[in-house]
């Protein structure tokens, strides 16, 4: 552990907001971290972690706590029980899209969709991130977390962290607490051993123009997804105002099929899969010798921020009058940073496009970065 000159938080985010905290510390490995953690939780104080702050909007005043900076870096590889797998354990500091890097390089396939997301591992399971049609649950198997109201370490499957769309138990969404509020030391997620493989899944087939069913390398994979994130000021660059930002700032909306139903039919739209393994619980005493057929109810249906953003009038670009804050010139659902833009600039525009999606389709968007002292 290593006590810190607190640094402004718009210089350690990528939205580029918030003054410096009250207490700032660095943890360089994962024995620092909990120590760390340990003691800032024995003072009782207010505190969050930061790692790369790409998914972070921090309010302009002094936030009085403690931030932890996460700093711990190592991947190892461990094997799987599965054959023609393999297993990567990655420490909650390294660099997410680092580590895509290193398994699209070592051949291990499962993460390449997702290159080019910001942030550091440790923060990848906590929403679930994904990128056309590629999750991290699917690959996950396990984190190493800290619990905040024990202070004990524990392993704890990706079975138990209710993994669903962009949310986990220890989401912090606007407006409510976690379920569990721990801090993930390391992951370990496990890989297909394969320097190629068939892209099946209809967004990332479009996403990479693929017409055949004919194995692609995965490098070839992750150039073109880093190369596509670009072209939608997806992809961090310091040049870029487009890029100074959350990436998404706004959640697609998940709604009842009916919901859906009413929306324009262009509103692009993709169904959120059913539980194929739900289980039917009955009751001993009232059990007599017959199982009810299940009732086949129709999938939630995903549909599109971005489009009901620009069909409610906000263009690519818009920003209010005087405002340094504006949408991307390049993508309707990323809100930036123009350079000097306050947390209350950012603020007002985010519920200036809620306000527009709510009148013109009855959807209420929600915030898809963790607000740290801001309110919409």
């Known amino acids: ?3 810190i000159e607190p640094i402004r938080l718009s210089e350690l985010t990528t939205l580029r907001t918030g003054a410096a905290p009250g207490r700032m510390l660095d943890a360089s490995t994962t024995a620092e971290l909990i120590d760390t953690l340990r003691e800032v939780w024995g003072r009782g104080e207010e505190w969050f972690v930061l790692g790369g702050g790409s998914n972070l909007f921090v309010g302009d005043e002094e936030f009085d706590g403690t931030v932890v900076r996460v700093l711990s870096r190592g991947i190892e590889e461990l094997p799987s029980p599965h054959q023609g797998r393999i297993r990567l354990r990655a420490q909650a500091g390294h660099s997410w899209d680092a580590f895509v ?28 991130i994904g990128a056309y049609g590629q999750e991290i ?3 996950l198997v396990e984190v ?3 619990d905040a109201s024990t202070g004990e370490v524990s392993v704890v499957s990706a079975a138990d962290l209710g993994l669903g769309f962009r949310t986990s138990v220890l989401k912090h969404h606007y407006g409510s607490e976690p379920q569990r509020r721990a801090v993930i030391l390391s992951i370990t997620v496990d890989l297909a051993i394969a320097g190629e493989r068939v892209v099946r899944g209809e967004q990332l ?4 123009g693929l017409d055949s069913e004919a194995p692609v390398p995965l490098g070839w994979v992750r150039e073109r997804i880093l190369a596509t994130r670009a072209s939608k000021g997806m992809l961090l660059d310091e040049n870029d105002p487009d890029t100074h930002g959350v990436g998404s700032f706004f959640q697609n909306a ?25 289980v039917t619980v009955i009751p001993l005493a009232s059990y007599d010798g017959l199982v009810p057929q299940p009732h086949a109810e129709k999938p939630d249906v995903k549909v599109s921020a971005a489009w009901l953003i620009e069909q409610a009038g906000i263009r690519k670009g818009f920003k209010l009058p005087t ?8 993508h309707a659902l990323a809100l930036t940073n ?5 947390a209350a600039e950012v603020s007002q525009l985010a519920r200036f496009i809620q306000s527009r999606v709510h009148a013109e389709f009855g959807l209420v968007l929600q915030p898809e970065p963790v607000l740290v002292g801001v309110e919409l």
């Open 254 to 278: 998940i709604v009842p099929e009916s919901v859906a139903r009413a929306l324009p039919p262009e509103c692009p739209r993709w169904p959120v899969a059913p539980d194929l393994d739900a």
């Open 323 to 330: 405002s340094r804050a504006s949408v991307s010139t390049k």
């Open 338 to 342: 123009r350079g000097g833009a306050t």
């Open 144 to 146: 190493d977390l800290i």
């Open 137 to 139: 649950q699917e690959t």
């Open 1 to 3: 552990m290593r006590e």
């Open 205 to 208: 087939r479009r996403a990479l």
């Open 101 to 128: 890097a290193y398994a699209v390089g070592h051949g291990y396939a499962g993460l390449e969709a997702m290159s080019g997301i910001p942030g550091t591992v440790g923060a990848a399971p906590v929403q679930n």
